[in-house]
């Protein structure tokens, strides 16, 4: 068995959601296309799928783990596991962009793009694999914000305008705190998810300057700009 992954739950979600909030049926067009669009595999780059992979019988007994795991749902739960819940409850916390989030991640598997992680000699393994449990379009998104060309051009950006390499949002220098070993280190971050804009050409504005803990803050959950990070840290007193 092949554990279902963040983004398998949320084309499923997504799908029991257009159904008026019922399970699919295996026989219905819902999930003779969703088990088409799963069955490839894209999701699980590197692992031996068994035959019988995300058939529409599969489809059907996911989606009804997501019914139960709604909240709100008063009858008796099957076993689906925390992480149907946890998808539910993002819907159910901000419908719209789920749903951007569906259509993406449904754009990238139809594009046969996959997801298995990757990393460089400066980058955080441990982070990459967070990225990675979050889904591929978090996955996409980290790797285009680190992009050594990118990131080289808009420090070289920010330095001509007299600006400092410092997190736009909380101000965190790392050259004032760890001296010459964290002078001009900072991390870049997409002020616009992909999920949203699809893809693009990414511009030097597009991206902004923020210390590691900002930019969790800005992935984590609803993606947020550094802007609104910046709001919550003024709000904080």
């Not at 296309?33 to 007994?61: E, K, V």
């Not at 925390?82 to 749903?99: C, H, W």
């Not at 950006?157 to 070993?181: S, T």
């Not at 511009?203 to 900002?214: F, K, M, P, T």
Request: charged share 25%.
């Amino acid at each position: 068995m092949v554990d279902w992954l963040f983004d398998e739950l949320v084309l499923a979600a997504d799908a029991v959601i257009a159904n008026k909030g019922y399970g699919l049926r295996a026989s219905s067009d819902a999930a003779k296309q969703l088990s088409a669009l799963l069955s490839a595999g894209t999701l699980h780059p590197g692992i031996d799928l068994p035959d019988d992979f995300r058939t529409p019988n599969s489809i059907q007994r996911k989606s009804y783990d997501l019914v139960t795991g709604a909240s709100g749902y008063t009858g008796v739960p099957t076993r689906g596991g925390k992480l149907a819940g946890i998808v539910m409850a993002e819907f159910a916390a901000d419908p719209a962009g789920m749903k951007a989030k569906a259509e993406a991640i449904r754009t990238v598997l139809l594009q046969g793009a996959a997801t298995a992680p990757e990393s460089g000699p400066d980058e955080d393994p441990d982070e990459e694999i967070a990225a990675h449990e979050g889904g591929i379009i978090e996955v996409l998104a980290k790797r285009r914000e680190r992009d050594r060309g990118l990131r080289k051009k808009k420090l070289a950006a920010v330095n001509k305008a007299g600006g400092a390499i410092a997190c736009e949002a909380c101000g965190f220098d790392f050259g004032k705190v760890y001296g010459d070993r964290g002078a001009g280190y900072i991390e870049v971050h997409h002020v616009n998810p992909l999920h949203v804009t699809g893809a693009t050409v990414t511009s030097l504005d597009d991206l902004a300057l923020v210390c590691a803990n900002c930019h969790r803050m800005c992935h984590r959950g609803k993606w947020i700009t550094p802007a609104e990070v910046a709001g919550i840290i003024s709000a904080q007193g």
